[in-house]
T-cell receptor, first 114, second 107 residues
Framework: GAGVSQSPSNKVTEKGKDVELRCDPI?????LYWYRQSLGQGLEFLIY????????KSGLPSDRFSAERTGGSVSTLTIQRTQQEDSAVYLC????????????FGDGTRLSIL | DQQVKQNSPSLSVQEGRISILNCDYT??????FLWYKKYPAEGPTFLIS?????DKNEDGRFTVFLNKSAKHLSLHIVPSQPGDSAVYFC??????FGAGTRLTVKP
C-alpha cells in the first residue's frame, strides 16, 4: 500500500549492540517524525525532520540515539550501545508538510533488548 | 515535563451511549490539537482535529470541544460502538502526545 512502512517489525538484540530502525514515509510527505512508546506509556517524541531544515532533535533521550533522513525520504533511527530501558515500540510518522497536518503512522518496530 | 495530560487511563461505556475522553494541556501557546485512535499492534490513526481559534469541531459521530481558558479539550463519541474500542491519544501542536485513554465499548 501507500502507507508509512517500518522495518523490521520486531527486533531482539543483546544489550550493548547497535540497532538500526528504518522508516519509509508516504511519498511526497515532507515531514517525518520518530516516537517511542514504552510499555504502558504514551508516545514520546524523539526527532522531527521537515524538508531541508535542520531536524528538531530535542526529544532524543541521549547521545546514543541518532537519526538521519536521506534524500528527503527514507529515515533511519540508530541506537548505539543499547540498554534494556531502550526496549519499546518505535513509531515513525509522516505528514504532508508538518505543522497542523495530521500524521500518518507506521505500525512500529518492537525493540527488545535482552 | 508532561505538557499534555490524559488523566483517565481507561473508560468503559455501553454501546449506544456517549463516550467522553478528556485531555488537559499546560502551554497556552499550543494552537492546534488532534485526536488519534490506536488499535493493538498498529500505529495510531488520525481521528479529528481542532484549531485554537475554534471551540468545537464535528465529524460524524465524533466531536471535539476546546476550552482555552481551562486549557482543556474533550472528545465526544455518540453513539459509541464496539468498534470504537481502542486507545485514544490527544496531541498538541503536532508532537506532544498524552499518555492515552483506553476506551472499551461493551455490546
Amino acid at each position: 500500500g501507500a502507507g508509512v512502512s517500518q522495518s523490521p517489525s520486531n527486533k531482539v538484540t543483546e544489550k550493548g549492540k547497535d540497532v538500526e530502525l528504518r522508516c519509509d514515509p508516504i511519498s511526497g510527505h515532507t515531514a517525518l517524525y520518530w516516537y517511542r512508546q514504552s510499555l504502558g506509556q504514551g508516545l514520546e517524541f524523539l526527532i522531527y525532520f521537515q524538508g531541508n531544515s535542520a531536524p528538531d532533535k530535542s526529544g532524543l533521550p541521549s547521545d546514543r540515539f541518532s537519526a538521519e533522513r536521506t534524500g528527503g525520504s527514507v529515515s533511519t533511527l540508530t541506537i548505539q550501545r543499547t540498554q534494556q530501558e531502550d526496549s519499546a515500540v518505535y513509531l515513525c510518522a509522516s505528514s504532508l508538510r508538518g505543522g497542523d497536518q495530521p500524521q500518518h503512522f507506521g505500525d512500529g518496530t518492537r525493540l527488545s533488548i535482552l | 515535563d508532561q505538557q499534555v495530560k490524559q488523566n483517565s487511563p481507561s473508560l468503559s461505556v455501553q454501546e449506544g451511549r456517549i463516550s467522553i475522553l478528556n485531555c488537559d494541556y499546560t502551554n497556552s501557546m499550543f494552537d492546534y490539537f488532534l485526536w488519534y485512535k490506536k488499535y493493538p499492534a498498529e500505529g495510531p490513526t488520525f481521528l479529528i482535529s481542532i484549531s485554537s481559534i475554534k471551540d468545537k469541531n464535528e465529524d460524524g459521530r465524533f466531536t471535539v470541544f476546546l476550552n482555552k481558558s481551562a486549557k482543556h479539550l474533550s472528545l465526544h463519541i455518540v453513539p459509541s460502538q464496539p468498534g470504537d474500542s481502542a486507545v485514544y491519544f490527544c496531541a498538541a501542536s503536532g508532537m506532544r502526545f498524552g499518555a492515552g485513554t483506553r476506551l472499551t465499548v461493551k455490546p
